[in-house]
């Protein structure tokens, strides 16, 4: 079983709408967590960080359970623009730094 | 002005020869990290140096070897290249390992690498 796992997806969904990824954690050790984004042939980009209390920024809303040990992503009036890959990233420091990606979901917004 | 630089952006060689590929930060980050990413688009991490020194060595095959020269530099340079080596190698760099924000990861542009 992977450390980290995502719904690879794709989700394909009209413009406007609201669409939600999961990513699950097994090491509960695990620090800090993070959204990245990455485009078709570019490299993954910081989206937000997650924080236990929950964060928003503009759009987008990133949930933290860490007795279930997942989290979340919440996208509201998805644009065009939105359509990429995003990443899930766990840190943990307990016997020894580790950074951990998750295999990514991909968001198709159509119009 | 990059913050993450790489160099080769495209790498296509032959197999058995030797290759490095060059990362840059400009940042002022004390960490810095090289990741494979394969066809699958799986993003897995290889190497990690904090202030120079070696704090991931993920198990990959000893024919890639990083070189720190200084905080802003990390290298990988690559022996007897294989088929299996073709993917892209992204180079990233973050402030610290302190947790939440210090931990954010800057990336490069990344370097495409085909054997052939």
């Known amino acids: 079983r992977k450390e980290v796992e995502q719904d690879p997806g794709p989700f394909n969904v009209p413009e406007g709408a609201t669409v939600a990824f999961n990513c699950t954690y097994s090491?509960?050790?695990?620090?800090?967590f993070f959204w990245y984004r990455q485009d078709c042939r570019k490299e993954p980009k910081l989206l937000m960080s997650v924080y236990s209390s929950g964060n928003e920024d503009g759009r987008f809303t990133a949930q933290l359970n860490r007795a279930s040990q997942y989290i979340s992503l919440l996208i509201r009036d998805s644009k065009l623009s939105d359509s990429a890959t995003y990443l899930c990233v766990v840190t943990r420091h307990t016997g020894g730094f580790k950074t951990i990606f998750g295999a990514g979901t991909r968001l198709f917004v159509k119009a | 002005d990059t913050a993450v630089s790489q160099t080769p952006k495209y790498l296509v060689t032959q197999m058995g020869n030797d290759k490095s590929i060059k990362c840059e930060q400009n940042?002022?980050?004390?960490?810095m990290y090289w990741y494979k990413q394969d066809s699958k688009k799986f993003l897995k991490i290889m190497f990690s140096y904090n202030n120079k020194e070696l704090i991931i060595n993920e198990t990959v095959p000893n024919r890639f070897s990083p070189k720190s020269p200084d905080k802003a530099h990390l290298n990988l340079h690559i022996n007897s290249l294989e088929l299996g080596d073709s993917a892209v190698y992204f180079c990233a760099s973050s402030q610290g390992l302190l947790g939440g924000p210090q931990e954010t990861q800057y990336f490069g542009p990344g370097t495409r690498l085909l054997v052939l």
């Open positions: 940042l002022g980050h004390d960490t």
């Open positions: 090491n509960s050790a695990s620090q800090s």
